[in-house]
């Protein structure tokens, strides 16, 4: 009998548009694998070599339930912990009650040896700031990564400004305190105080925008 092969759609694919399309589905997922998993102790260990899955979970307000669902390109698994009677009870959280549920379940079903493919084709090479992920404006160092094509309307980087310093390169000047042959013009990373305060212990990088704080002479007033 000659066979052809199926060219059109799979009848079982839905015609609405998706609500996200592979690319970002994928990138989700490879944000969603955690090496380390909690243990039915509820302690947390390393899991170099386990089966990889994508995975997240919830818990309500009031710890009246609990749920973690995990994906596998065979599989998905979703626990549900709480009470019948929906009492709440201290405790009762998403990574201690139903992860190491979730994890229990993986470990008791067949081994897959393959993750889901990279969809190239729904995703384009993006030149990003290195430091804060937006679109790099021309004074960002800059990254090339794969992202989804709708990763090209992202916003512009907010984050880096060109800065006039001495030329000890401590202190902001203008033409009004310093030879404008002796200024020195550099981009920095600028964060509001509040995001620059807590990223800064996790990304020393980010404790270069002090010198942005220090003017050494009046700077030109925005306002007029
Ligand atoms: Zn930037």
Redesign the pocket.
């Known amino acids: 009998m000659d066979v052809k092969p199926n060219l059109g759609k799979p009848s079982y694919l839905s015609k609405e548009p998706l609500a996200m399309g592979a690319a970002a589905t994928w990138l989700t997922f490879e944000a969603m694998q955690e090496v380390e998993r909690p243990n039915a102790e509820g302690e947390w260990e390393y899991f170099r070599s386990s089966r990889r899955v994508a995975w997240k979970t919830g818990t309500s307000f009031g710890f009246r339930d609990a749920w973690a669902v995990g994906v596998s390109p065979r599989y998905a698994v979703g626990i549900w912990v709480g009470n019948a009677d929906g009492e709440g009870r201290p405790g009762l959280m998403g990574v201690l009650s139903a992860a190491p549920v979730l994890f229990d379940v993986f470990s008791r079903l067949p081994q897959e040896n393959r993750w889901f493919s990279t969809p190239y084709d729904d995703m384009t090479k993006v030149s990003v700031?290195k430091?804060?992920g937006?679109r790099?404006?021309a004074i960002?160092p800059v990254d090339t990564i794969w992202a989804p094509r709708s990763g090209l309307k992202a916003d512009a980087?907010p984050?880096?400004q060109l800065v006039h310093l001495d030329p000890s390169r401590q202190w902001q000047v203008n033409s009004d305190c310093e030879s404008p042959s002796r200024i020195i013009h550099e981009p920095w990373?600028v964060l509001p105080p509040l995001e620059e305060y807590y990223y800064k212990s996790l990304n020393p990088i980010l404790d270069r925008c002090r010198p942005c704080a220090k003017t050494a002479c009046p700077l030109p007033d925005k306002s007029s």
Request: net charge negative; hydrophobic share 20%.
């Open positions: 700031c430091e804060s937006y790099n404006l960002c980087c984050y880096h990373m």
